[in-house]
């Protein structure tokens, strides 16, 4: 069984966890297979961060592009991140935004890793 902090020590908290809970099952083969895709595939959190802090300075919903939210992400840009409002918001919770993000890719990688090995 893989240990989680071997295969992928950047990650923190919550994910960390949570990624633990899917690798549990698999193989050595599977758990490497589903590390290396997972790392390519997830979004750090102090992306989020910068990206979101760009929509004070730059342009807004630059964060929720990365993230995959195309429609809020076009929102964003045509409002100006919603008068600035939804920008603060997204700055308090990056950290739950990526998060969600992640859980996703985790789930849809893990289906792959334990389906090809």
Known sequence: MANVMQLMPYLEG???IF???IIKDMNDNQALLF????SSR?????LILLT??????????IHRFILGQIGM????LFTGGLCVIGTIVDLVNYKKL?????QN??????FLAKGVV
């Open 14 to 16: 919550e994910e960390m």
């Open 19 to 21: 990624v633990q809970g």
């Open 35 to 38: 590390a290396n895709a997972y």
């Open 42 to 46: 997830r979004k750090d959190p102090m």
């Open 52 to 61: 979101a802090c760009l929509g004070f300075f730059v342009i807004a919903g």
């Open 73 to 76: 992400g076009l929102l964003y």
């Open 98 to 102: 990526s998060f969600e993000y992640n």
């Open 105 to 110: 890719i985790a789930q849809e990688v893990a």
